[in-house]
């Protein structure tokens, strides 16, 4: 799809330099996307236009307007989509996929493309990946790795604004019970096992 190319180039043109959330996380999500739209057999070019816009406005975790990105990103999909000739129902299945996408918005997409869309961000979230971006974002925000009396949670609630560890109990190790497809959580179910290998080779370590 042609136009799949060129909304790919726009996104890469705006979206903004944050490790965690930069083109390559785009791609990855992308590329999630398409593996399930295929096994779900949804409306591909719906699906991989949500995906690529789903983060084109992105504030830091450390600003307040953070929880309000995907409702922003949503408005701005609107007119970009609009400029590649996008019919007006087309436009609202894929802004309201961006829309309820985010973790921070607590919203069970209404839509195929939207379970789609939450399914593949969340799995960028979880693995190999997934770790390496809890730690780009604990340092660029300068938090200590694990709180030294309790790092795994054991008697406290995470708080994943002081301790990059506790994101993983806090988020991550709750998408795979959250996924909305089938293919999607089989997938989660995999990355989630590499979360808690993870966290056990840690509790040997230190």
């Given at each position: 799809?042609?136009?799949?190319?060129?909304?790919?180039?726009?996104?890469?043109?705006?979206?903004?330099?944050?490790?965690?959330?930069?083109?390559?996380?785009?791609?990855?999500?992308?590329?999630?996307?398409?593996?399930?739209?295929?096994?779900?057999?949804?409306?591909?070019?719906?699906?991989?236009?949500?995906?690529?816009?789903?983060?084109?406005?992105?504030?830091?975790?450390?600003?307040?307007?953070?929880?309000?990105?995907?409702?922003?990103?949503?408005?701005?999909?609107?007119?970009?989509?609009?400029?590649?000739?996008?019919?007006?129902?087309?436009?609202?299945?894929?802004?309201?996929?961006?829309?309820?996408?985010s973790f921070s918005q607590n919203k069970i997409p209404k839509t195929i493309e939207?379970?789609?869309?939450?399914?593949?961000?969340?799995?960028?979230?979880?693995?190999?990946?997934?770790?390496?971006?809890?730690?780009?974002?604990?340092?660029?925000?300068?938090?200590?790795?694990?709180?030294?009396?309790?790092?795994?949670?054991?008697?406290?609630?995470?708080?994943?604004?002081?301790?990059?560890?506790?994101?993983?109990?806090?988020?991550?190790?709750?998408?795979?019970?959250?996924?909305?497809?089938?293919?999607?959580?089989?997938?989660?179910?995999?990355?989630?096992?590499?979360?808690?290998?993870?966290?056990?080779?840690?509790?040997?370590?230190?």
């Amino acid at each position: 799809m042609k136009v799949i190319d060129s909304l790919a180039n726009e996104v890469k043109k705006r979206i903004e330099n944050d490790s965690a959330h930069d083109f390559e996380h785009t791609m990855r999500v992308y590329k999630n996307a398409r593996k399930i739209c295929k096994k779900e057999k949804a409306n591909e070019k719906l699906v991989l236009s949500a995906a690529l816009l789903h983060d084109i406005v992105l504030y830091p975790k450390s600003d307040k307007r953070s929880k309000t990105s995907s409702i922003e990103s949503a408005k701005k999909s609107k007119k970009i989509l609009e400029k590649f000739a996008f019919s007006k129902d087309e436009i609202t299945i894929i802004s309201d996929a961006i829309r309820d996408h985010s973790f921070s918005q607590n919203k069970i997409p209404k839509t195929i493309e939207g379970k789609i869309l939450q399914d593949a961000d969340r799995l960028d979230a979880l693995g190999a990946i997934g770790i390496a971006r809890v730690f780009a974002t604990g340092g660029s925000l300068k938090r200590p790795f694990y709180n030294i009396d309790d790092p795994f949670c054991k008697r406290r609630i995470p708080d994943d604004k002081t301790w990059a560890i506790d994101h993983f109990f806090r988020k991550l190790l709750t998408l795979e019970s959250l996924m909305n497809t089938k293919s999607g959580k089989t997938e989660a179910k995999k990355r989630t096992r590499i979360l808690e290998e993870f966290l056990n080779q840690l509790k040997q370590e230190i």
